[in-house]
C-alpha cells in the first residue's frame, strides 16, 4: 500500500471514530477497540491504527495515558439528544470539498443598493463617459466583421497577435521587458491572482501579504487554504525585515493598495532576495500602474535585477472598464506553459472578440492615447478631491496615498475608528457611499499598526468635480452627526 | 490552540523529521528525540508530538516496539551520497501546488498546425459564415452605446437580465424549469465544470466519468486529485447498475460525447436514485442539446423527479461560437450562492458586453431564430456526411451517434483500433484532419468495452457539403494505403 492510500485510512479510521463519537456509540470515557483488533477490522497494519489513535488523541478525542488502555476523553460535551437516525442526504456542508466549505465559511457582508446614491466614492468603479465607446465599437466591428473561415478554440494563453501588442505596451509604459510567450491573458486581475494560488498554494503553506491589503486576494489565498501571514505597511511599503518564509507573496509596490505608499528601492531589493532564499514567488498587482500623478514613474519589482521570481499582473479594469474582464500576467517563463494549461482547464481562454478589440486598439496607438487622456482626466478629479478635502476638513483629516491612483485614503483624526460603521451607515442614509479601511486589514487585532482613527477609502474615478464637492460636503456633515467634536474620545476608542 | 493549528504544528513537526531523515541528520536506526524533549523544543503538548510520530509510522519513516524507543526505520535506503548543501532554489516541481504538478505531468500531445488543412473534421469548430455576424454586432452595438452613469463589476453570477432570458430559453427549448438565482453565468462549459470540481472534490474523492467521454472534464477532475473511474457506455448510455459510490458523476445524457447514444429512461432514474443515495451531485453536460434530427426532444436529466441534485451545464459554443466563451449552470437552489462565491474568486464575473448583448439576443427572439437555422443546416452537413460515408464506404464503416450533436464516430470495421494513430498521422499529410477516438478513452486498457476497430471522431460543422465530400474520399484513400485490405489483420490486431 502507498503512504498516500495509508494516510487516506488512517483518515477514514478518524473519521468513523469521530462518527461515533457524535452519535454516542462511543460515550465519554469508554475504552476504544484494541489497535488489534481495528487492525484486523479494517484490514490495515496495527501502526496505521496507532497513527489514527495519535491522530485523535492530539485532536482532544481520545486520551491515553502510560500503561492505560487509550479512552473517549472525559471531557467530551455529552452528545446533544439524539434524533432518528439522519436522513441518508448529508448535510450540505459534508457535500462540498474543503475549498467549498472554506467558501461557504466566508462571511460576506450584503451588499448595499447602490442605484440610490447620489453621490459614489466606491472604489473600483469608472464614470461611464470615460469609455472609449466609438473607439471600442470600431475595433470590436473591426473584429467582428473579419472573416475567419471557421470559428474555434483559441490558444490558452491568449491570441498571439494580443500579447505581442502587450508585449510593446508593457516596455513602453511600465520599463518591463518579457516574451510574448510570457504573457497570458487573463479575465481581469482576479483570474491572475487566482491561478497563481492553485498553481502555487497547497493547503497550509504559508503565503505572505500586505495588511492592509486587497481583500479578494487574501480570500483567494485563504479558499486555497492558505496561511496567509498579514504583514505591516508603512511609508516605504510592505515591511519586509523579517518576512517569514512562505510560498508566495502578493504585493502593490507601485502603489500599496489602499494606503498608496510606493515600496522603496531597498525593500524591493530585499523582497526578490527573499523570494530567492526560500524559492517563493512575488505576485506584483500593478493595478494602477497608468496612474501616477506628482511621482515619477516606477519601476516594477519584474524588471530588476531577481525579477524571475516575480509574476507580474496588469488589467484594463482600470484604464477601460471593469466589466470587460481582461487583464494579463507576465510569468517566468519556465511557468509560462503551466499557466496555459492551468488557464485552458479554468475556462480554456479568455473570449476571442475582445482579445482582437485590445490588440487593435493598442496596435493603433488609440490606447496610449486613451490612457494619457484618462491620466490627465483623473489628475483633474485628485485636485478636485484634495482641495475639497482641504478646504472642508483642513487639519481634521490626513490624506494618504494621492501620489498615484484613483482613489486616496482619509484619516479623521479626531474620530475613533470604532466609529467608521456608523459613518458609512449614516452616509448611505444621506445618500452617499464611503467605504471603511477596517475591512482591508486582515483582523482588526492581528496589527499594532492599524491607526487609531477612523479611515475611508475614496475612490474618485466615477465623479465629476461637482460630485466631488458635493460629496466631500455631505461627508462632512454625516460626521459632524456620528461623531460631535469631543477631543478625549480618540483615546478611549483607540482602547475598545 | 484551536484542533485546527495543532493539526497544523503536527504536519510541521512530521516534515521537520522527514527534512532531517532526507538529509541523514537522523540516519536509520537512530532514536528520535524523546516526546518530553521535542515537545519542549517546539512549546506544545506531549499528545500533539505522539500523534506526529504515529504519522510517521504509519508512513513508515518510523518503527516504534512495545516498551523500546521509537526509531528511524532501518529498512529505510540510506540517504544518497550527500552533495554539498544543495542550492537554495529549489526544482520547479518542487515550487508547485499539488494542483500544479498534477498539471505539470499531464501529457498533452502537441497540437498539430491546422491551417494548412484542406478539410478539417475537428469537432467543435463551427463555421465562420454560420456566426450571425450582423445580428451579433446589432446586439453589441445597443448594448455599447447604452449610456451608463458607471461602470462597475457585476453581479457574481451574471445579469439579471440574461439569468431571467435564459429561464425562459432553457425551459421553451429543453423543458427545464428554474428560477433566475440558479442560473450562474460561466465562461463556456469548461469553467463550469472546473467550478463544480473545486465546489464539490477533494483530493482522493471519487468522480464517475464516461468512458469514453469528454477529456478536458476528465482533466479537471484529475487535476482536482479525484480518484476518476471510468464507466462504460453503450446504447443506453453511461452503466449505472453496479456504479460506486463516488461525490459526482459527470455524464452527456442526451448525446453521450463522443459515441452519441442516448441515456435510458431507466438509467436516467436509476442515476437520480444513486445520486440521493450517496449524496452525490450529477453534472449533466448538455453540450449540444439544441442539435437533434431523427429523435424527438431529448428530457433533460434536471427535469425529473429527484433532478435537484443535477448541475445542468448549457453553451452557446455549438450555436453561435466557442471563442464567444460563454455559458451556464443551472445549480439546485441551495448551491446558488457558494457558485456565485466560488466565481466572483474565480475572476469576479463574466464579461458584461456579451452577457447584454446575449440577452439582447434572446429577448428579441433572434436567438431561437438563429438556432433553427443553424438546426437545419447541420442537418443539412450531417446528410451529406452520412451519404458520402455511405456511398464511399458502404459496409466498411459503422456510423454511430448520428441521431443528434454535430459529429459521428465512424467504426472502421476491418481496420484494427492500433492502426488509428497511423491514419491520422498520414491524414494530415494528405491535407485532411481526422480525430482517433482511442484518446476518449481513460486507457486504452481500463475497459473491455473498447472496439476492436479504429475509431475517427468527425465533427461536420465547420464544413460546407463539397468538403465534406472530398474529405471523405480523401479519408478512403488514406484508409487504404495505410491499411490495405487483409481480412485476418482485425483479428491480430485486436490482440495486441
Redesign the interface.
Known amino acids: 500500500m502507498t503512504?498516500?492510500a495509508?494516510?487516506?485510512i488512517?483518515q477514514r479510521i478518524c473519521q468513523e471514530i469521530r462518527d461515533q463519537l457524535a452519535s454516542g456509540t462511543l460515550p465519554p470515557g469508554a475504552r476504544v477497540p484494541s489497535t488489534r483488533a481495528l487492525a484486523a477490522e479494517w484490514g490495515v497494519s496495527r501502526?496505521?491504527v496507532?497513527?489514527?489513535?495519535?491522530?485523535l488523541?492530539?485532536?482532544?478525542y481520545l486520551e491515553?495515558r502510560q500503561g492505560a488502555a487509550t479512552r473517549v476523553a472525559r471531557g467530551l460535551a455529552p452528545s446533544p439528544p439524539k434524533p432518528k437516525k439522519p436522513p441518508?442526504?448529508?448535510g450540505?456542508h459534508?457535500?462540498?470539498?474543503?475549498?467549498?466549505r472554506r467558501?461557504?465559511d466566508?462571511v460576506?457582508a450584503s451588499e448595499r443598493d447602490r442605484e440610490r446614491l447620489a453621490v459614489?466614492f466606491?472604489y473600483?468603479?469608472?464614470?461611464?463617459s470615460d469609455?472609449p465607446?466609438l473607439a471600442?465599437?470600431k475595433v470590436?466591428?473591426t473584429a467582428?466583421?473579419r472573416?475567419?473561415?471557421?470559428?474555434?478554440?483559441?490558444d490558452p494563453a491568449g491570441s498571439l497577435r494580443l500579447r505581442t501588442a502587450l508585449q510593446g505596451y508593457v516596455w513602453r509604459a511600465r520599463g518591463l521587458r518579457c516574451e510574448p510567450d510570457q504573457v497570458v491573458i487573463?479575465?481581469?486581475s482576479?483570474?491572475g491572482i487566482?491561478l497563481c494560488a492553485?498553481?502555487?498554494?497547497?493547503p497550509?503553506?504559508r503565503a505572505v501579504m500586505e495588511d492592509p491589503g486587497y481583500n479578494?486576494a487574501r480570500?483567494?489565498f485563504l479558499?486555497?487554504g492558505a496561511?496567509v501571514i498579514p504583514i505591516a505597511v508603512d511609508q516605504e511599503g510592505m515591511q519586509i525585515e523579517g518576512l517569514p518564509s512562505a510560498?508566495l507573496a502578493y504585493t502593490t509596490p507601485s502603489h500599496q493598495f489602499p494606503l498608496g505608499s510606493v515600496m522603496s528601492a531597498p525593500r524591493r531589493r530585499d523582497l526578490l532576495t527573499w523570494a530567492?532564499?526560500y524559492?517563493a514567488?512575488v505576485i506584483e498587482d500593478d493595478y494602477d500602474g497608468e496612474y501616477r500623478f506628482d511621482v515619477s514613474p516606477i519601476p516594477t519589482l519584474q524588471a530588476l535585477e531577481g525579477g524571475e521570481r516575480v509574476i507580474y499582473l496588469g488589467t484594463v479594469s482600470k484604464t477601460l472598464?471593469?466589466?470587460?474582464?481582461?487583464g494579463y500576467l507576465i510569468v517566468p517563463a519556465?511557468?509560462a506553459s503551466?499557466f496555459a494549461?492551468?488557464k485552458?482547464?479554468?475556462?480554456?481562454?479568455?473570449?476571442?472578440?475582445?482579445q482582437e478589440a485590445l490588440a487593435e486598439l493598442i496596435e493603433s496607438g488609440a490606447y496610449e492615447r486613451h490612457v494619457r487622456r484618462m491620466r490627465r482626466r483623473n489628475g483633474q478629479r485628485r485636485a478636485a478631491v484634495l482641495a475639497a478635502l482641504h478646504e472642508t476638513f483642513g487639519e481634521e483629516v490626513t490624506v494618504v496615498g494621492a501620489e498615484a491612483g484613483l482613489h486616496v485614503v482619509i484619516w479623521l483624526n479626531s474620530v475613533p475608528s470604532a466609529r467608521e460603521d456608523a459613518i458609512v451607515a449614516c452616509a448611505y442614509q444621506s445618500g452617499l457611499g464611503i467605504y471603511p479601511v477596517n475591512p482591508l486589514y486582515a483582523s482588526t487585532t492581528s496589527t499594532g499598526a492599524r491607526p487609531p482613527m477612523a479611515g475611508l477609502v475614496m475612490g474618485y474615478a466615477?465623479l465629476d468635480d461637482e460630485g466631488i464637492r458635493c460629496g466631500v460636503r455631505s461627508l462632512k456633515q454625516v460626521i459632524n452627526n456620528v461623531s460631535p467634536k469631543r477631543p478625549d474620545e480618540l483615546r478611549r476608542g483607540a482602547r475598545t
Open positions: 503512504k498516500a495509508q494516510a487516506r488512517m501502526t496505521t496507532t497513527a489514527a489513535y495519535g491522530q488523541i492530539a485532536e482532544g491515553a441518508p442526504t448529508l450540505l459534508d457535500e462540498l470539498s474543503a475549498y467549498g467558501l461557504a466566508f460576506t459614489d466606491r473600483g468603479d469608472i464614470a461611464g469609455f465607446r471600442w465599437r470590436v466591428t467582428l466583421l472573416r475567419q473561415p471557421r470559428l474555434r478554440y483559441g487573463v479575465n481581469g482576479q483570474q487566482d492553485r498553481l502555487l498554494l497547497d497550509g503553506d479578494l480570500q483567494v479558499a486555497a496561511d510560498r530567492e532564499r524559492g514567488y472598464s471593469p466589466t470587460l474582464r481582461l519556465a511557468l503551466l494549461s492551468a485552458r482547464l479554468a475556462d480554456r481562454h479568455t473570449p476571442g472578440l475582445e466615477s
